[in-house]
């Protein structure tokens, strides 16, 4: 067999934990506390975040379900915000956490495929070193969570393989339980984990008594999120191909792969490749195989049903991981010239990794930050981009309520156009605000405008209002310098008045997704 380790990894069904290496907690804190350190300085830049807004405006809104996301995020963003209102940065410590976690938890993953000091931390800087697996947790936002709670699932499964301890699937399966009510992507992971591991084995993983209790439990707990989902006409399943329609300007179906390994950066590619090979190949990690045959799996899931391209993000971790353990294992085998030929390449990747994560953290001040070139570079950048623009938008539509007569004051709502708009205004201008609405998204199902006459719409089409209202005229401007377009750039306020039809036969047909 190719690529095989002079020494065995101690991967075998039968290993016992003191047959592993130690665990190297000194090495990894000397990366995971760097993290940290990044993370918490680049979660205290720019503003909040246009998801972060909506989640604070749901959470004011409490429900089982949401449109587009379960109740998870509203009930922390919630949370944080009423431990410390008005502060970005304390509502994203969560996430920073969790991504901390996610590096330590990467270094473990190593060290269960039997890997030392140096594949443990090789592991924790080839998962800190991708800037969208580390810069991800700076924000408060789906993904980030869910990320980091499939990181804990691997790593459970991964145990639960070398120990056959079956509480760590019964443990792996809250995990999902919880995961489950951030975002509908975790079935994907268990729907192919069950399938590769039939394919490749252990087949008694899919067979074990605690993992369909624990199946039991996922399904108990989402039942009010299914509930909400189905009173609804499941927005959620209706997502799919607002995503892929999303995608096409980040290449579509054709570069779906190669962008999905890029997200893993420099180091993290490569080890994520490697880690594939050797999952796939090395006999003393065939207990592990179907970890590689789930991410192909996965790959092809989400890139049959348009997904984006960070949706099989979890699974790095397990991956990075073994790769890392095989550069190792291949460098401890082959000669010295060799050996210190792969030790230069890894170490160059890693610094050249390192610095480019760092370049691409929000360190400049916002007057050095350039508006994008177009939709693609804004699409790339959208955690920068759509964290400006808020406050002027909301001077600007304040400033347009306070120029209506008293009698339009009294009647009036705000109508925006894009989800993230309304959240915006409902977070930084409720107390001098009129009841805002949006169609939009998540935003759609929070209500409509009633029996309201006078409306302040923001950045909505002007042929949808005027097809509503019999007035419809133009009484603002935003155009921020940074900001996301149509949200913050190119906006136009309209005052509205005189509907043409009851809000009630309206809304269901202005909703979208």
Wanted: aromatic share 12%; net charge positive; hydrophobic share 50%.
């Amino acid at each position: 067999m190719m690529n095989r380790p002079a020494r065995p990894l101690g991967a075998g069904r039968h290993a016992k934990a003191e047959e592993r290496p130690p665990m190297a907690w000194w090495t990894v804190a000397a990366v995971a506390v760097p993290a940290a350190v990044v993370l918490l300085l680049s979660a205290s830049r720019y503003g909040y975040f246009g998801d972060e807004l909506y989640f604070l405006a749901a959470g004011r809104r409490p429900g089982f379900g949401y449109a587009d996301q379960g109740p998870v995020l509203p009930l922390l963003a919630w949370l944080m915000d009423s431990l410390a209102p008005g502060s970005f940065f304390v509502l994203r410590l969560p996430s920073v956490a969790l991504t901390v976690t996610a590096i330590v938890l990467c270094a473990m993953l190593a060290r269960e495929f039997d890997g030392g000091r140096w594949a443990q931390l090789l592991a924790a800087i080839g998962y800190a070193s991708s800037p969208f697996l580390l810069l991800q947790g700076t924000m408060l936002t789906t993904n980030a969570l869910d990320t980091a709670l499939w990181v804990i699932i691997t790593w459970l499964v991964v145990r639960w393989v070398r120990t056959r301890d079956d509480r760590l699937l019964l443990a792996a399966a809250l995990v999902t339980a919880l995961d489950m009510q951030v975002k509908w992507l975790i079935p994907f992971f268990w729907i192919a984990v069950a399938a590769s591991s039939l394919l490749c084995g252990p087949r008694e993983l899919a067979r074990r008594p605690l993992l369909w209790v624990g199946g039991a439990i996922v399904v108990a707990a989402t039942v009010p999120e299914l509930i909400w989902q189905a009173r609804h006409s499941w927005p959620q399943l209706k997502m799919g191909g607002v995503i892929g329609s999303e995608q096409g300007i980040l290449g579509g179906r054709l570069l779906f792969v190669p962008m999905s390994v890029s997200l893993a950066g420099y180091l993290g590619a490569l080890l994520l490749l490697w880690g594939l090979w050797v999952l796939l190949r090395w006999d003393v990690l065939r207990p592990y195989r179907f970890l590689g045959v789930t991410l192909l799996l996965l790959y092809a899931a989400f890139l049959i049903t348009g997904g984006r391209i960070y949706y099989a993000a979890g699974m790095y971790a397990v991956l990075i991981a073994a790769g890392a353990v095989g550069v190792v294992g291949t460098a401890e085998r082959i000669g010295s010239v060799w050996r210190r030929a792969i030790t230069v390449c890894v170490a160059v990747l890693a610094l050249g990794a390192t610095v480019f994560t760092l370049y691409s953290t929000p360190w400049r001040p916002a007057d050095q930050v350039h508006p994008p070139r177009d939709d693609a570079e804004a699409a790339i950048s959208i955690g920068v981009y759509g964290s400006f623009g808020w406050h002027e938008l909301t001077d600007e539509v304040t400033r347009a309520y306070r120029a209506l007569t008293p009698a339009e004051r009294a009647h009036a709502v705000i109508l925006t156009d894009t989800y993230w708009q309304a959240s915006a205004l409902d977070e930084l201008g409720r107390d001098r605000l009129p009841p805002l609405y949006s169609p939009s998204r998540g935003f759609g199902y929070f209500g409509a405008p009633d029996d309201a006459t006078a409306v302040l719409a923001v950045g909505n089409s002007e042929a949808a209002l005027r097809s509503q209202f019999g007035h419809v005229e133009p009484v603002g401007k935003v155009d921020t310098r940074l900001g996301f377009k149509g949200n913050t750039q190119d906006v136009t306020i309209w005052k509205c008045s005189g509907p043409k039809q009851p809000w009630s036969q309206v809304w269901p047909n202005w909703m979208h997704l």
